[in-house]
């Protein structure tokens, strides 16, 4: 609140000046660790799981049809050096001097044709690609060992994105973690 901070949390009902609290307050690190055990518990959550997976699968289709269109690009760039190739290839036989231009233009041509190579590559491997749920829910269940690598301004940072509001219920004893 402000810019103070508070080692307690107040229960709902105290907030809302009810008496049917039975524990005013909470220490912060209840609350704590009420929150990582949510965040923990992610990748169980079905619902979580089935929005990670269609994000995912959005992404892995939006990355697919930008591909795709520098690919076209690129397959027209080729093409179009690849006839100016042929133009100065064949004014250079007609006894004209060849010029550095000849050599820059194939240097273009190569680069067209690796970045070609890649796009068909990266499209290859997206196209033939799905997100696992199995394999999605295992790397959620993974978090643990991130969770323990990040410093507390990280892991603030993450509490603040991934969580809505933290209610305790004093008279039931329960925290409740929205996301």
Known sequence: KDSRRYRQYVCVGAQQRRANCQTMSVPEERV???????IRRLGSD????????AKAEEQRLSTVA?????????????????????AVTRAASRDQPM??????L???IDSAGRRLTEISRELGSLEGYAVDDDDFRAELARFGPVWESLNSR???RVIRTLIERVAYDGKTNKMTVSF
């Open 46 to 53: 079905s619902r979580i799981v089935a929005r990670g997976l």
């Open 32 to 38: 704590k660790a009420a929150v990582i055990r949510q």
């Open 154 to 156: 990280e892991q603030a």
């Open 106 to 108: 194939q240097e273009r």
């Open 66 to 86: 930008d591909l795709s269109l520098e690919c076209q690009a690129a397959q027209r760039e080729l093409a179009s050096l690849e006839n100016e190739l042929g």
């Open 99 to 104: 010029t550095n231009g000849m050599a820059n």
